[in-house]
Structure formats: C-alpha cells, structure tokens
C-alpha cells in the first residue's frame, strides 16, 4: 500500500483545487468569451457562493477542524456548483443568495445605470 497510498494521497490533495479553482477558471475565461449570458451567470454565481464559502470556512475553522470529514464534503458539494449537469451554483444563487440581497437591499434586478444616476443626483 505505500506507493499506492502516496499516489490516492497526492491525487486526493490534488482534486481540490483542479475542482475549486482551475477548472472553474478556465471555465470562466470561456464564459467571457463567448456569447451566452447563461454561462456568465453560472461563474458569476460560482464564484459568489466560493467566496461566500471561504468566508464561512475562515470563521468557522475552529469547529470545522473537529469534523473529519470536511474537506470531502466541501469537495463533493463545490463539484455539484461547478459541473454543467447540474448548474449547481446557478440555482443556489438564485435560490438562496438572490432572494436575501432582495430582502436587504431591494434593489436587484434594476438598472445598474438608472441607479447610478438616482445616486448620483441625475436622472
């Protein structure tokens, strides 16, 4: 088991950040250029709900620590947000994050220009 449990090892270290970062990059990079909004907001959403995720993390870390099965689970659940099958990260954010920023600011979905200008005293 020692050259195999090295190579799980390496390739298990390895499998976060192909999922959480580098295909979600490249993936990215594709949506900016093409043009389809749909896949803008799937990695609009993606990274949303990863930094949101990462805050969580940040100040959860002392209890998260004692559950040894964490890093598995936020593997798992980061897969189902980035894989196209599912568009997982496009459903959790309107789901979830869309309709609390409507309860807070109540402002989503208006014109970003027409907003701007309110703000800035023009109309």
């Given amino acids: 088991m020692g050259q195999f449990g090295t190579v799980l090892s390496y390739l298990h270290s390895l499998a976060g950040p192909s999922v959480m970062l580098l ?3 490249y993936a990215s990079i594709q949506a900016i250029e093409s043009t389809s909004k749909l896949d803008d907001e799937q990695w609009l959403a993606y990274w949303i709900l ?3 995720l990462t805050l969580v993390e940040m100040v959860a870390a ?3 620590k004692w559950i040894p099965i964490w890093y598995q689970m936020k593997v798992l ?3 189902w947000l980035v894989l196209p099958q599912f568009r997982g990260a496009s459903f959790m954010y309107q789901a979830l994050v869309r ?3 409507k309860k807070v600011t109540g402002t989503i979905g ?4 027409s907003h701007n200008k309110v703000r800035n005293g023009r109309r």
């Fill in 23 to 25: 295909y979600p990059l």
């Fill in 50 to 52: 990863y930094s949101l």
């Fill in 99 to 101: 309709e609390q920023l």
């Fill in 77 to 79: 659940f980061v897969s």
């Fill in 110 to 113: 208006k014109d970003h220009n």
């Fill in 62 to 64: 002392p209890v998260l």
